[in-house]
C-alpha cells in the first residue's frame, strides 16, 4: 500500500502569510510522526521555508528530496522511496504583469514530476499548483487560463504509460471546467470522490479561513492506471487539520488542510481511459484557451489605447512649453514640464503591459491551442510502455534529487 499527501503550506514571501515562521516550525515538528510515503507541497516559496522543511523531511526519512534549493514555482515533493528523473516544468502562462502585486506573474508555477520506486514496480508522481482565483467577476477566464497551464501538464501525462499519481492545489472545484479538462484528456480519477469522501480542504473552520462564506475542495490526489497495473484508492483523509501549537497560540500549519489517500498498486487489465470519460472534455479544452487569447487580445488593445490616452499630456504640454506666450511665464513653463514628466510614467507603463505582457499572455493561450490540437489526434488506448523522457530532453530547468 501507498500513502500519498498533499499540503499548499501557504508559505508567502515578504510577511504576506500570518505566522509563517512559527507554523513552517510545527510542520517540521509534525514531519516525523507523519504516516505518509509521498507528500506533494505547494507555496513552499522562501528559501527559508524550503531549507527547513528539506531539513526536516530527511531527518524524518524522507531521504529523496525533489528540488530542495531552486525556486520551483514553491513545489517539494517529499518521498520515503526512491526518487528518479525528476524535473520541473515552468507553465507558458505566469500571471498578470498588471497586476503584479498578486504574485502569480513573479511565482514561476508549474509542476514537478518524478518517477518513484515502489515495491509494486515504478509509478510516476505529480505535483503542481494552478493559477489562484482573483478575478471574481470573470470565473470564466480564470478557468481559460488554468485549462491553458493544464494543457502541459496533459501533454506530460499522456507521454508516459506508468501508473500516474497527480497531486497538488488545483485551485478549481469538480464543477469547473477545467476539472473536467484534466479528467477527460487524461484518465485520472478523483480519488476522494470515488471513496465518496470529497472533504473540503478550504474551510471556515480553519482560523486562517474564518471569514469566508462557504468550503471548498480545491486539493487533490488523482490516479491513473498504466503499464498493465491499476491504481486503487482504499480510503482518503483529511490530514493537516488539527490546530498545533504556535508559540502560545492554537492553529492548523496552513490556510489549506491536506489530503491523503491510502492506494493499491495491482496488476490488472485495466485500460488508460483518456479523451472520452467526462463528455464534452475536448470541446470544453478547445473552447476555453480560444477565449482566453481573444480576451487577452482585447486587453492588449485596452492598454494600448491608455497608453495612448496617457502620452496625449506630454504632447500636450510640450507644445505649450514652445509658446513663446507661455514660456515667458517661467512657473507655468516648469508646471508644463512636470505634467510631461508625470504623464509619461503611466504611458510607458500602460504600453509596456500593452506590448510586452499582452503578447505573452496571447502566446501562452496560442501554445496550449496548438498542443490541444495534437493531443486531441492521440489515441488514449494501453500501449507496451514508451521510455520515459531523460533528463536531457526535458523542457525547462531541471531538478536534484
Known sequence: MLRV????????????????????????????????????????????????????GRAAGFEHVAAPEAPSGGLILLSRLPLAEARFERFHFRGDLERIDRGEYLGGKGFQSARVDTPEGPIQVVNTHLHARYRRGRPWLNSAIRTAQLVQVVEHVQAIWLPVVLAGDLNCEPTDPEYAVLRGLTGLTDAAQDLGRPLPTVCRSNHYKRHRDSDRRIDYVMLRPGDGRRMRPLSTERVFDTPLDLGGWRRPVSDHFGVRVDVVVERGDERIAGLGPVPGAGELAGRLPASGREEALRSEGDHALAAGSCAAGPLLAGALRRDGRISRRGLLRRGMGALAAVSLAPALGFGALASYGGAEKRRAFAAAEATLSSLRSLPMAAEPPRPLRRDGESTGPQLTS
Open 5 to 56: 499527501g498533499t499540503l499548499n503550506v501557504w508559505g508567502l514571501p515578504f510577511d504576506l502569510a500570518e505566522d509563517l515562521e512559527d507554523r513552517s516550525r510545527a510542520l517540521a515538528r509534525a514531519l516525523p510522526d507523519l504516516d505518509i510515503d509521498l507528500l506533494a507541497i505547494q507555496e513552499a516559496w522562501t528559501p527559508a521555508l524550503r531549507e527547513r522543511l528539506v531539513r526536516a
